[in-house]
């Protein structure tokens, strides 16, 4: 069965300073893997995801995503945070066995500090 | 573009009661998905559908109930509201054509039983 960790509960990050979460997959062939934010009392919009070919990603909001096999990771990642970047992120993999379904993970909850 | 709509927002409920929770798409898309989110457990799902008249159980299917009559719709059904069915749910939709899509996600209904 295909799992996502994500080791982090919650981080806090000066406004400015870089960020990068953690997600961890465990999938027994190439995962389909995504990262969704969601802000407060919303629902959850897509930032990116990886299906094939180059292992780093562009993602909307300056978010990139690099998949590494060896690792089984799909870290998220940002140069420079922005106040309005705090949120609750989620990393999940999806399968393609005719349904889509998705695994998440428990979510990482970003929190920026002036 | 209206997306995923979920209605209620919130609900408030009393032990025993039921009730349905609404989710309708105009985009199309084949597949849908309900999701129950937790604090610290991420998303959970609940039932999908991969088409009209098809739906099948995810992780935590039990005390609901779904059905899918039409393309758009995809309503969620609690027919004895318990304590544990305290949540928020979210419904979500994607498209099979041209490969795995990101699935689209609504903004949430917020239920209390009490």
């Known amino acids: 069965a295909q799992s996502v960790t994500q080791p982090d509960i919650h981080i806090t990050v000066s406004e400015g300073a870089s960020l990068e979460l953690r997600c961890n997959y465990s999938y027994g062939a190439t995962p389909y893997l995504f990262w969704y934010v969601q802000s407060p009392g919303q629902g959850l919009q897509l930032l990116l995801k990886y299906f094939s070919g180059d292992t780093l990603v562009q993602g909307i909001k300056g978010f990139e995503a690099e998949f590494k096999r060896s690792q089984s990771s799909f870290n998220l990642r940002k140069p420079s945070v922005h106040w309005s970047d705090a949120a609750e992120y989620f990393c999940?993999?999806?399968?393609?066995?005719?349904?889509?379904?998705?695994?998440f993970g428990t979510g990482t909850r970003l929190t920026i500090i002036p | 573009n209206a997306g995923v709509t979920q209605t209620p927002k919130f609900r408030i409920l009393k032990i025993g009661q039921s009730m349905t929770l609404q989710c309708t798409q105009d985009?199309?898309?084949?597949?849908m998905y309900w999701y129950r989110q937790d604090p610290g457990m991420g998303l959970k799902l609940i039932y999908y559908s991969v088409g009209a008249g098809i739906t099948d159980k995810g992780e935590v299917p039990n005390g609901y109930n779904v059905s899918r009559s039409t393309t758009e719709d995809f309503p969620l059904r609690l027919e004895l509201a318990a304590p544990s069915q305290t949540s928020v749910y979210f419904c979500?939709?994607?498209?099979?054509?041209?490969?795995?899509?990101?699935?689209?996600f609504g903004d949430g209904t917020r239920l209390s039983i009490l």
């Open positions: 979500a939709s994607t498209d099979t054509g041209g490969g795995y899509q990101p699935q689209h």
């Open positions: 985009m199309n898309h084949n597949y």
């Open positions: 999940a993999v999806g399968r393609l066995f005719g349904n889509e379904k998705l695994t």
